[in-house]
């Protein structure tokens, strides 16, 4: 299996990346997930402001013993920009063969602090430039981060004065974020200004809510806490939708990044047409070693399907992503009920009597479809633990 991309001309050797994030925190750890498999690495943003962060700075929301639900008020990197150069240097040097992506934050008014940055990165060696426009805590009420890419004013200003520098020849990458009421608006802007390609999406503004025994908000500093990024597995779907809007328009080459746990959601952001995707939560919860189960993952999905090479059905998925008005309503499917998998938990019947058609009822300690009541919404399929309801075509 050829699990190889290419990326505005660059080869990398599978599609996961670690994005920007702890598991990116400097040279050594970098160089352990390099030779654990990644095929390249975001390092943390690096901002010139020196960084103080807080503490706790997570929290979680679990289910069945699982993270399901993470969020972060960590800001920026704790290394200074010239550290960074010297780790992207020797990074660049150990591993030719990995790609190795800046990312830096700047502020929305600065022209001069956004050049020094991208200079100081190309001139170590990175491959590409992640323009941080996204950070959803911190800073952005100081004109930086997600204050930049809720703007596509600010947006487009700073890829056209980093486009303006001559001096600047690596791809301009800005991460953006999905808090927007409409992506590919600032998708648009920052292509028209120059950028090559866009990163989407960054953790989500979002409030994990309070521990109910101490009252404390989660993430709790003192008691005390703010405005978080949401990130983990339920930030996927959103970040499909980005990812998807994306594709379509502005049309450059899409790195995802939200939600990706397994080689089986990477397959899932490949078929929307991102030919790369990032990684951090799930590797913050089971380390480095997870890109052995995520190459072995998309490696069986493609086995599954006869593909050979990620072309065979990179973007295949998104053109399947319509207009609501272009659906068909002539299609029909209704539920059926597998007597032999129900196990009468009622489940099924209570969901269709309370939230949508009274279409089944227990008949001999077995659910039962009234077929001229079913009007194929699918709740008891969703709602059923067993398996035991099918939606057939009818
Ligand atoms: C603790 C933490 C720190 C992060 N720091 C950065 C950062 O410095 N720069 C950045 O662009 N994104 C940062 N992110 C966002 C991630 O790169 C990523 O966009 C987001 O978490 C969604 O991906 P995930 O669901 O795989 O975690 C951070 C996320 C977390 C959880």
Redesign the pocket.
């Known amino acids: 299996m050829d699990l190889s991309v290419e990326y505005l001309g660059l080869r990398f050797e599978n599609p996961f990346l670690l994005?920007?994030?702890?598991p990116t925190a400097n040279k050594e750890m970098i160089a352990r997930a390099f030779k654990a498999g990644w095929a390249g690495a975001?390092t943390?943003?690096l901002i010139r402001e020196p960084v103080k962060n807080v503490t706790n700075?997570?929290g979680s929301t679990k289910a069945g013993g699982k993270v399901i639900a993470?969020?972060?008020i960590?800001?920026?990197?704790e290394r200074t920009p010239d550290e960074w150069f010297s780790d992207i240097r020797f990074l660049k040097e150990k591993f030719p063969q990995k790609r190795l992506i800046g990312?830096i934050?700047g502020d929305a008014k600065s022209a001069k602090e956004w050049l020094e940055l991208s200079l100081g990165c190309q001139e170590a060696g990175v491959d590409l430039l992640?323009l941080?426009f996204?950070?959803p805590h911190g800073y952005s009420e100081k004109g930086k981060?997600a204050a930049i890419g809720q703007h596509a004013e600010y947006s487009a200003q700073i890829v056209a004065w980093l486009k303006a520098d001559k001096r600047i020849t690596v791809p301009l990458i800005p991460?953006l974020t999905a808090a927007v009421a409409d992506i590919s608006y600032i998708g648009e802007a920052v292509a028209n200004a120059g950028a090559q390609g866009i990163?989407a999406?960054?953790?989500?503004p979002a409030l994990l809510g309070f521990d109910l025994l101490t009252l404390k908000p989660k993430a709790s500093v003192r008691g005390y806490s703010a405005v978080a990024?949401?990130?983990?597995?339920g930030?996927?779907p959103i970040?499909l939708r980005a990812v998807s809007n994306l594709v379509k328009n502005p049309g450059l080459p899409v790195m995802a990044?939200?939600?990706?746990?397994s080689g089986f959601d990477a397959a899932e952001f490949l078929l929307m047409g991102a030919p790369l995707v990032?990684?951090?939560?799930?590797?913050?919860l089971e380390g480095y070693g997870l890109i052995r189960k995520m190459t072995r993952d998309l490696s069986e999905f493609m086995a599954w399907h006869e593909f050979t090479r990620i072309q065979d059905f990179l973007g295949r998925g998104n053109q399947m992503i319509r207009q609501y008005a272009e659906l068909d309503t002539s299609y029909a499917v209704k539920a059926q009920v597998d007597a032999k998998k129900c196990t009468g938990c009622r489940k099924c019947v209570v969901a269709c009597r309370d939230s949508a058609y009274q279409a089944i009822a227990m008949q001999d300690k077995v659910a039962v479809v009234d077929q001229s009541q079913c009007t194929g919404c699918s709740l008891c399929f969703q709602v059923c633990p067993h398996e035991a309801v099918q939606m057939v075509e009818v």
């Not at 999406?201 to 989500?204: D, K, M, V």
């Not at 990024?229 to 597995?233: D, F, I």
Request: net charge positive.
């Open positions: 994005a920007s994030a702890p975001v943390k943003t700075r997570f993470f969020e972060n960590e800001l920026a990197s990312s934050m992640e941080n996204s950070c981060g991460k990163c999406i960054n953790s989500f990024g949401y990130s983990g597995v930030l996927k970040a990044c939200g939600g990706i746990s990032q990684v951090c939560t799930a590797v913050m």
